[in-house]
């Protein structure tokens, strides 16, 4: 024990990366626990400005393990380049990084099906990263996926390849009319993945646990957020996997019992990459200035990201799912230019008032949100570490947000760097 979750309460870039560094610092095991590639989080520190898709966050911090769980989809030769770029910035993490061995491989033909799946939508398109997320995780649940320990055995993985690839070429063939794969091309880069990643493959399940057991510290690194939930989010514009708290239990192995901590981290406002419902969504110059001053632009596909103002329903949903023990507010700073900010506080749906988003996109796509005006504020919240020096409106509006999550906001975050950060509450000291 302790074991604190880090989770996306929108629909992911809320800045889970910026806390995750800043609480690695106190932490001996930074862990991944779902997504791959398809994340994309920025930390800025000291040592520079980064932007880490399958290395967790708390490669900064000196004393640190790092852990890519069994819940992760991993695209090797994507891993190989990121610490490749890591090293190149000084960072060595060939002695603090371990990758689950039950851990799924993102193959070449699950970034082709991607794409492939993606074109063939058409208007339907779910925007995806393209990486082969969707793809590497349908293998999974097919049974038919590959997993990390599956390229420590080469003779094994022949065989393995052996009896997937048929079904995966009748696909990309007959469906998709592109060549197929073959065993052999697959073979010899997973003996270059071995050769790189082969110390680095592990039973990380029972090391998690019995560093939590020896009373270590341990922060679960969420990707994505709950909105983009595959059980959970506005399916089918989801993503493959589990960024609630379930899927940090699954996606690590480790006993719900150390869990003490859960922070939801919202951003002051939501936004949204790729399709599906998004009732908040502005289409006028506030969201265009949003957008701008706060570079909304997707840190994996540079896709600008769509902008819309804090949904209290989605915000009290996503606290329902995920029990949060805290929450966390990041970019306040980004609103200093607003005069007057919405608030959703309710949805109309016909003649319903809902405070609970409906089931169905179909639905929710009827919503119509009901809207509470705040003031902006005078005075910069950007860079203020200490809660006195808020402006009065500022805090209004924090309070506003509390009471709509239903949970204590216990950090806010005025900037990127690690000191332009209120610590409301110390929330490492039990
Ligand atoms: P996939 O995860 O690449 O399959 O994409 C499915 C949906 O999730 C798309 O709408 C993506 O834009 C979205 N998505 C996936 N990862 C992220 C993320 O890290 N941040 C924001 N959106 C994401």
Redesign the pocket.
């Known amino acids: 024990m302790p074991a604190y979750a880090i989770l996306?309460a929108q629909?992911?870039?809320e800045g889970k990366g910026k806390i995750i560094d800043y609480l690695s610092q106190r932490a001996n095991i930074v862990a991944r626990f779902s997504?791959?590639n398809?994340?994309?989080h920025t930390v800025i520190n000291d040592m520079g400005d980064f932007s880490l898709h399958l290395v967790p966050c708390g490669v900064f911090s000196k004393s640190v393990t790092n852990v890519i769980g069994n819940g992760v989809v991993v695209d090797p030769d994507v891993l190989i380049e990121e610490m490749q770029a890591l090293e190149k910035a000084g960072i060595d993490i060939s002695q603090s990084l371990m990758v689950s061995e039950r851990a799924h491989l993102i193959m070449p033909y699950h970034v082709m099906l991607?794409t492939l799946a993606e074109n063939r939508r058409g208007k339907q398109a779910?925007?995806?990263?393209?990486?082969g997320?969707?793809p590497a995780y349908s293998d999974k649940t097919l049974r038919t996926g590959i997993r990390a320990a599956d390229i420590l055995d080469l003779e094994n993985l022949k065989v393995r390849l052996e009896s997937v690839l048929p079904y995966t070429n009748a696909i990309l063939e007959k469906i998709y009319a592109v060549e197929p794969v073959t065993t052999e091309s697959i073979l010899e880069k997973a003996a270059d993945w071995k050769n790189r990643l082969g110390s680095y493959i592990k039973p990380v399940g029972r090391y998690v646990n019995d560093v939590l057991d020896d009373d270590g510290t341990v922060v679960l690194e969420g990707?994505?957020?709950i909105l983009?939930d595959l059980d959970h989010g506005t399916y089918p514009?989801?993503?493959?996997?589990s960024p609630t708290i379930g899927g940090a239990i699954t996606g690590l192995a480790i006993q719900p019992r150390h869990i003490t901590s859960v922070l939801g981290i919202f951003k002051a406002y939501n936004t949204?990459?790729?399709?599906?419902p998004f009732p908040t969504e502005l289409f006028d110059d506030v969201g265009e200035s949003i957008r701008t001053v706060a570079r909304e632009f997707?840190?994996?596909?540079g896709?600008p990201r769509r902008i819309g103002w804090f949904d209290g329903v989605l915000a009290r949903y996503s606290n329902r799912v995920n029990g949060y023990t805290s929450a966390v507010v990041t970019r306040l700073d980004v609103l200093d230019h607003i005069d007057s900010i919405k608030v959703c506080v309710g949805y109309k749906l016909g003649t319903d008032i809902l405070d609970e988003p409906p089931g169905g996109v179909a639905a929710l796509e009827k919503c119509s949100p009901i809207y509470e005006t705040l003031e902006g504020w005078d005075i910069p919240t950007a860079g203020i570490s200490d809660l006195s020096n808020l402006p009065t409106n500022a805090r209004v509006y924090i309070d506003r947000l509390e009471n709509l999550i239903g949970c204590p906001i216990d950090i806010i975050s005025t900037g990127p760097h690690r000191d332009q950060t209120i610590m409301v509450k110390d929330i490492l000291t039990p």
Do not use: E, P
């Open positions: 996306g629909w992911g870039d997504g791959g398809n994340a994309g991607d779910i925007g995806t990263t393209g990486k997320i969707g990707a994505q957020g983009l514009f989801v993503t493959s996997s949204r990459v790729g399709s599906g997707g840190t994996t596909t896709r």
